[in-house]
């Protein structure tokens, strides 16, 4: 089967389309047949990039002014004569679309019906920045190829595992059932992709397995993976809380946010902004949210660079702490996301000192610059292994629907 996946934000959509079937995931077969982006949707000079494995990329810069003028120019471009992949839209079998929200309602990937679209608008108030977009790129998809299957893949769908214990925070259980504030988690696609390629490059079911998944990339979250199931993850009501992230602030004393709301008279907007795009790595070193660009800076002696360093592996540890206390143990660490899969300097930081529970990585593989792809990167005599898994949500997406269109995963009430 041919999938076109969709990851539809604001003011873009990525897509990939890729190959996949039932045999073809059990042979780990799947393969990219073409994948690129449209950015800056709303503009007139749109720029839109198209890869294909082994050929040039094809760079266009035209007038986007809505998603649905991006999505049909990515099924123009996916059958045009001289770049495209494919003869005929018809061609494609199935659109897998990322959804960032699923609530409370959604445990796994699922076909869309119109019950589901219901119910997908309703988390948009839940998720007021992500699920719009994402609903959006459904619908006028769902225009563009009207006869074949679309399946939502939630970021969240995986920590619906999660038990109260873990999911609720200590407010008034009113506050969780009248507005449904508690705990849901998001990157769940990637944690759920790492603990199955540990699995798979063990050979150990990995429901006889204690993980932690440690995406980090712009947003970070770490997560226990307990027996195949998230046990708990570090971001929470919205993807601010926990590690700390390239703009976000991750956990902080929520009096401390009133505080500086009161000082500061700032409008509740303006501390969304405060807290989601001016802190972290960005706030703490005042140079950038990019880690590479950190690191370049603290290596020339720059002191608020290596803070900012310094705290973002330190909250990472405590987390690698807590979740090992949450599992009694850790069989695998794993680093995924464009820190964890480049950042030797980020990985050893975070477990140095970590020996006494098992986690000891060897500095040489860890540092090898001509290491690629999945790799162990712990010492042989390391109880628990740490890992370099890079994440492939698109591909996740893919094979999940197909999983849906031949009922492998059931098909949601008419
Ligand atoms: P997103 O979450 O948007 O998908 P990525 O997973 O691509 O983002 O991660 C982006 C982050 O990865 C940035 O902070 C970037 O600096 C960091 N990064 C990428 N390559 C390296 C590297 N070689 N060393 C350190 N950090 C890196």
């Known amino acids: 089967m041919k999938i076109l996946v969709l990851n539809c934000g604001s003011s873009s959509v990525k897509f990939q389309l890729i190959e996949t079937s039932l045999e073809l995931i059990e042979q780990r077969a799947d393969r990219l047949i073409a994948k690129g982006s ?8 749109a720029i839109v990039t198209f890869d294909v494995p082994g050929r040039e990329r094809h760079r266009e810069t035209p007038e986007i002014l809505e998603h649905r003028v991006a999505i049909e ?3 123009r471009l996916l059958c045009d004569p001289e770049h495209g992949v494919i003869g005929d839209p018809k061609e494609i079998d199935g659109v897998g679309h990322r959804v960032v929200h699923g609530g409370e309602k959604f445990a796994n990937s699922t076909l869309i019906n119109d019950r589901v679209l219901h119910e997908m608008k309703e988390c948009i108030e839940l998720a007021p920045l992500h699920n719009p977009a994402n609903i959006r790129g459904y619908t006028v998809a769902r225009q563009i190829f009207p006869d074949i299957p679309h399946v939502a893949v939630f970021d969240t769908a995986f920590h619906q595992t999660m038990p109260p214990h873990s999911y609720l925070y ?14 849901y988690g998001f990157h769940g696609t990637s944690h759920r992709y790492c603990a199955y390629r540990i699995e798979k490059i063990t050979g150990v079911d990995r429901e006889e397995l204690r993980i932690i998944t440690a995406h980090l990339g712009n947003g970070c979250s770490a997560c226990a993976i307990d027996h195949g199931k998230s046990l708990d993850t570090t971001m929470g009501f919205t993807p601010l809380e926990g590690l700390i992230m390239g703009t976000r602030s991750g956990d902080i004393d929520p009096a401390a946010v009133l ?6 008279e700032l409008r509740l907007s303006e501390a969304n902004t405060l807290l989601n795009k001016h802190s972290g790595l960005l706030g703490i070193s005042g140079i950038s949210n990019d880690m590479r660009e950190l ?3 603290a290596a020339k002696g720059n002191e608020d660079a290596q803070l900012a360093i310094d705290m973002f592996c330190y909250r990472l540890k405590k ?4 979740y090992a206390a949450a599992m009694g143990g850790v069989d ?6 464009g820190i964890g899969e480049n950042s030797a300097l980020i990985r050893e930081r975070s477990v140095d000192g970590l020996a006494f529970m098992g986690l000891e990585i060897d500095p040489a593989r860890n ?11 712990s010492m042989a005599t390391s109880r628990a292994k740490i890992w370099v898994i890079p994440t492939d949500e698109e591909l996740v997406i893919a094979r999940d629907t197909v999983r849906c269109i031949v009922g492998v995963i059931p098909p949601p009430p008419a």
Do not use: C, N
Request: proline share 4%; net charge positive.
């Open 295 to 297: 690191q370049t800076a």
């Open 332 to 337: 695998h660490l794993v680093f995924t996301g």
């Open 73 to 75: 120019r990515v099924a």
């Open 38 to 45: 449209v950015e800056k949707i709303g503009s007139s000079h």
């Open 367 to 377: 540092a090898d610059p001509e290491a690629r792809g999945e790799r162990q990167i």
């Open 259 to 264: 505080h500086v709301i009161a000082k500061e």
């Open 319 to 322: 987390y690698i702490g807590a």
């Open 170 to 183: 200590a407010l008034p259980r009113v506050i969780h059932r009248r507005h449904g504030v508690r705990r």
